[in-house]
């Protein structure tokens, strides 16, 4: 019977919860500033980002939530506040969680992680546009779909290439490919910072561009 209790309030608590973030409401009627363009930088226990690229964000409805929850620690705030019936709160604009979360050591064989990889980069000629994936040995010839054997490639370099060897090509491979760590993506990830940072996210990233003066 306690179990079942517990479980009960478990559920009745997490109810509230969403019942209480669905109430809350702007404190602005300014149409150009929607709350969707507040979102939450989110922290791992360590203080730094959970991802670089893309960038670790939340809605601010989950930021509120996990706050209430007590899952996360507010770093900093927005100036706009939202309010319900019974709570008037700044929105969160960092948040670190209380957890660590410890990443795995290498990420998931996806197309983007295999872009960022490359720089987004054509490993033949170089160019950003009409990217794809190039089989470096070909399946023909017994080529896989592994790290080790995908290169991003431009749709023009891949049709040049066709179902050939590099060298049976004459095309150079720039940089032979891997199978990289989380922590070299989240390395890579630096280099393409977004293209708007708010003020309280800039004390806790760490960027490859030149900092001012």
Excluded at 46 to 75: C, E, G, H, M, N
Excluded at 168 to 189: D, F, K, N, S, V
Excluded at 194 to 203: A, C, F, G, Q, V
């Amino acid at each position: 019977m306690h179990i079942r209790s517990q479980v009960g309030e478990s559920e009745l608590f997490k109810a509230e919860l969403i019942e209480r973030v669905a109430a809350f409401r702007s404190a602005e009627e300014d149409p150009t500033r929607s709350l969707e363009s507040c979102p939450s930088l989110v922290l791992n226990a360590d203080y730094t980002p959970l991802s670089y690229y893309p960038l670790s964000l939340w809605p601010w409805q989950t930021a509120i939530k996990a706050v209430f929850l007590d899952r996360v620690d507010i770093i900093e705030s927005y100036d706009r506040e939202v309010h319900s019936p019974n709570l008037d709160m700044k929105i969160p604009s960092v948040i670190a969680l209380r957890d660590y979360v410890k990443p795995s050591e290498f990420p998931a064989f996806t197309r983007f992680n295999l872009f960022l990889r490359d720089r987004f980069n054509c490993q033949y000629c170089g160019g950003r546009q009409n990217l794809t994936f190039d089989h470096v040995n070909p399946r023909r010839q017994g080529g896989k779909t592994t790290w080790e054997n995908i290169a991003t490639a431009c749709a023009p370099c891949n049709m040049k290439k066709g179902g050939r060897t590099p060298k049976e090509a004459h095309m150079h491979l720039h940089t032979q490919p891997i199978r990289p760590t989380h922590w070299q993506l989240q390395q890579y990830g630096k280099q393409f910072p977004p293209n708007y940072l708010h003020e309280t996210w800039r004390d806790w990233l760490y960027w490859d561009v030149e900092l001012e003066a």
